[in-house]
């Protein structure tokens, strides 16, 4: 069973505006969530994250936010620009330590039209 | 540093032959990760080594698969005997946490 979710698989965005990057999880213990973006013929690159003890985390143009009581984080990338075409993957994990590890979504396909 | 190092980049066989996939992390990290990336389930962590000692296998899907890290520069994922399912991008990661992790360009499988 998925424990993080990102049920849409695909979203296009015309450039310069706000791209929204949803996922959803269902284990209230976890604790800390990050974003990974994937290229093509790439491996995952870590983007952005955020600790259950804030709901915002920004850095540039990326934004992430966490509703907890809803078990609900997006990604708001603004301005959306042709290279931010990628593969975006939401992942989570309960803490930070030797036992903890992550758990990935399926991962969203951002198109970022010129 | 190169990175992450993954090999080979591409492999095909044929069902029923042995696969060894191999990987260098980033020196000096001391957690090395095994992912494996399809279509349908995403990412899953198959396996991830601490200090060279496994620490959480639970995500190998079954005893075909195995995983060894000799020592702190080079982990081997093999897959003996392989079967058309395991067809997948299997991703080697390192860090020195379990949270900020480096992934290697993968390695494309294909069982025909």
């Known amino acids: 069973d998925q424990q993080v979710k990102q049920n849409s698989p695909s979203l296009s965005v015309q450039e310069g505006r706000i791209s929204i990057l949803n996922c959803d999880y269902t284990?209230?213990?976890?604790?800390?969530f990050l974003w990974y973006k994937k290229y093509p013929a790439e491996g995952p690159t870590f983007l952005i994250s955020?600790?259950?003890?804030?709901d915002k985390n920004e850095d540039g143009r990326f934004t992430v936010f966490l509703n907890k009581s809803a078990k609900h984080l997006s990604l708001h990338i603004v301005p959306s620009q042709p290279g931010d075409s990628a593969v975006y993957f939401c992942?989570?994990?309960?803490?930070?330590?030797?036992?903890?590890?992550?758990?990935f979504g399926k991962g969203i396909t951002l198109s970022v039209r010129p | 540093d190169a990175g992450v190092i993954q090999s080979p980049r591409h492999e095909v066989t044929e069902m029923g032959q042995e696969v060894t996939l191999r990987c260098k992390p980033i020196?000096?990290?001391?957690?090395l990760f095994w992912y494996r990336q399809t279509m349908m389930r995403g990412l899953e962590l198959l396996i991830y080594f601490n200090n060279n000692v496994p620490i959480d296998d639970s995500g190998m899907p079954e005893d075909r698969f195995s995983a060894k890290m000799p020592n702190a520069s080079f982990s081997t994922l093999k897959i003996q005997p392989s079967e058309p399912r395991d067809s997948a991008v299997y991703f080697c990661?390192?860090?020195?946490?379990?949270?900020?992790?480096?992934f290697g360009p993968g390695t494309r499988l294909t069982v025909l």
């Open positions: 020196s000096g990290h001391d957690y």
């Open positions: 990661a390192s860090g020195h946490n379990t949270d900020t992790q480096y």
């Open positions: 992942a989570a994990s309960l803490g930070t330590g030797a036992n903890s590890k992550l758990t």
């Open positions: 955020i600790s259950s003890i804030k």
């Open positions: 284990n209230s213990m976890f604790d800390y």
